[in-house]
């Protein structure tokens, strides 16, 4: 069975810094794209940022300058840096890991989320 659990959320005031840290957990033998979305109240889940595992990122433009992810292949985790947070980046961020090779085959997975509140 594959688990991913965020970790790092919190409360944090309008300019400061937060970093989420997702590990996935079982038997892995690779993950294709590993990433960030959030969801806030009454809006839909959106894309915040994805990393393939060979290091191409994406992200959303409304982040694009303050958030940074990386991730470590070896260990089947991925991080998000978040500086210059607004309130507008108040959410529920959850992991989500595409193309998850295991031992049953491939599938895709999504973390419990963490929640991310910003204070102005």
């Known amino acids: 069975q594959v688990q991913l659990v965020e970790s790092g959320g919190g409360l944090v005031q309008a300019g400061g810094s937060l970093r989420l840290s997702c590990a996935a957990s079982?038997?892995?033998?690779?993950?294709?794209?590993m990433g960030w979305y959030r969801q806030a109240p009454g809006k839909q889940r959106e894309l915040v940022a994805t990393?393939?595992?060979?290091?191409?990122?994406n992200y959303a433009e409304s982040v694009k300058g303050r958030f940074t992810i990386s991730r470590d292949n070896a260990k089947n985790r991925v991080y998000l840096q978040m500086n210059s947070l607004k309130p507008e980046d108040t959410a529920v961020y959850y992991c989500?890991?595409?193309?998850?090779?295991?031992?049953?085959?491939?599938?895709?997975?999504w973390g419990q989320g963490t929640q991310v509140t910003v204070s102005s």
């Open positions: 989500k890991a595409d193309g998850v090779w295991h031992n049953w085959g491939r599938n895709d997975y």
């Open positions: 990393m393939t595992s060979g290091g191409s990122t």
């Open positions: 079982g038997t892995i033998f690779s993950i294709d794209t």
